[in-house]
């Protein structure tokens, strides 16, 4: 049994026990089941393949707060058959969730947070069942609150961390600690001084050295009942096995702010030395889950990675509207051929036609620049959908995709139109904020 198959069962017990863990508070829930017919699911330029899927899922939001537990946890998940045989079945969607319980109220609790995805195998190339692989990121440890006056604490942390790839040999297992002296400067500002060190210790050892990651910055955060303002500054120095070491900048900044007062604007962004499976955490944290691949490439290497997020929600009188964008950049000192440059888009409207049925267009734009050859990966998806619900726990959802991948490698140019029927039972199906396509 391979470390994938032993860490990815961490993620079932919060899907069956999340529902149960929340009886008494709002939990978001839904079981989809569908059909999907592709006219190219080989994403090919020409002798186009036809196929037809049929899928079940779980859709899964909690947010929970009580006087021991808290708990965030979001999942998309779906199995997938094809019919026509091209692929081979499979699991797919994301988890991203995060428990903490408090063992001693204020003193002493327990984290566990569990991160699951698809990424491409190879990004050059385009998404399909061949090129991509489950990822899973395990962590748990404790956090001590050690009071040092009336205002001032010492927080110590301790994580275990596994990562498990499912194709590629990345596989790894990290032991962290943390110490932070934290200040309350008010009811609703911190001030810290952090220090982390990371002890990363690959599983094929004879492929990648083992790597000490050091971080020290200074953070400040102000939160209120709608808005929240952190910034991060420091410096990082990554120490490899019988190499020299790198370094570099710690700058992050997060803001949340009520636009009106239905509208909220989320503005993320940041330079650090980050791993993959930091990269992966912060995307699914920033965008959230979907059915689809992860923009993050599996790596060895602590790399350079640039990052910013824009989001802009609004909730109208008969719907909805969202737009979001993103940029990246990720330098590597050793695998540079996976420097790359990133950049997405996502447009969504919601319109409420009568009190039942609900319709949605919406829209996706992605782009890969490669650095080391100038190749780019292309990818524009456009989305019209129909929700009827049927009853308030039964609903029946219609979508047409129309899917366009262009690149400076004519491998990359295809066009494939996509159309779903399904059919949920829950409380959380709506027709989502983001487009999102499969093959």
């Known amino acids: ?49 036809s196929e037809t899927t049929a899928l079940v899922g779980l859709v899964l939001g909690i947010d929970t707060v009580r006087p021991r537990l808290v708990a965030d946890i979001s999942a998309d998940l779906q199995y997938r058959e094809y019919l026509n045989h091209t692929y081979e079945n499979e699991l797919l969607g994301g988890l991203d969730g995060t428990v903490t319980y408090q063992l001693v109220p204020e003193r002493l609790a327990w984290v566990i947070e569990d991160n699951f995805a698809q990424i491409a195998v190879d990004g050059r190339l385009v998404d399909t069942p061949d ?119 710690i700058a992050s900044l997060n803001i949340t702010l009520p636009v009106a007062a239905r509208s909220r604007l989320t503005i993320e962004a940041g330079t650090e030395l980050a791993t993959t499976e930091d990269v992966l955490r912060r995307d699914q944290d920033a965008t959230g889950v979907d059915i689809g691949i992860e923009d993050v490439l599996a790596s060895a290497d602590v790399f350079q990675s640039d990052y910013a997020y824009l989001s802009w929600d609004t909730e109208l009188p008969r719907g909805s509207f969202g737009v979001a964008v993103n940029a990246g950049r990720e330098t590597h000192d050793v695998e540079v051929s996976r420097d790359r440059e990133i950049y997405g888009a996502n447009i969504g409207i919601t319109r409420s036609l009568s009190p039942r049925v609900e319709a949605r267009i919406a829209g996706r734009y992605e782009m890969d620049r490669f650095l080391s050859n100038d190749q780019e990966v292309d990818e524009l998806t456009a989305s019209i959908g129909l929700l009827w619900r049927v009853s308030r726990e039964f609903s029946i959802s219609l979508r047409y995709d129309h899917i366009r991948g262009t690149g400076n490698d004519d491998s990359n140019d295809y066009v494939e139109n996509v159309a779903y029927v399904g059919f949920s039972v829950g409380r959380a199906l709506a027709l989502g904020s983001k487009t999102s396509s499969v093959r």
Request: aromatic share 8%.
């Open 1 to 49: 049994m391979n470390r994938l198959a032993r860490a990815t069962p961490w993620a079932l017990p919060w899907i069956l026990a999340a529902p149960l863990a929340s009886a008494d508070e709002t939990a978001n829930w839904a079981l989809v089941t569908g059909v999907e017919r592709s006219d190219n699911i080989t994403r090919v330029t020409t002798d186009e393949t």
């Open 131 to 249: 090129n991509r692989q489950n990822v899973n990121y395990f962590t748990t440890g404790p956090d001590i609150t050690l009071p040092l006056g009336a205002r001032t604490a010492l927080q110590v942390l301790g994580r275990y961390s596994d990562v498990s790839y499912e194709e590629t040999p990345e596989d790894n297992e990290v032991m962290e600690g943390s110490l932070a002296l934290v200040r309350q400067v008010s009811t609703a500002t911190t001030v810290s001084l952090v220090g982390t060190r990371e002890e990363i210790r690959y599983d094929r050892n004879a492929l990648y050295a083992d790597k000490d990651l050091t971080r020290a910055f200074l953070r400040l955060v102000t939160e209120s009942r709608r808005a929240s303002f952190s910034v991060d500054l420091g410096y990082s120095v990554v120490d490899v096995a019988q190499q020299d070491s790198e370094d570099g900048p």
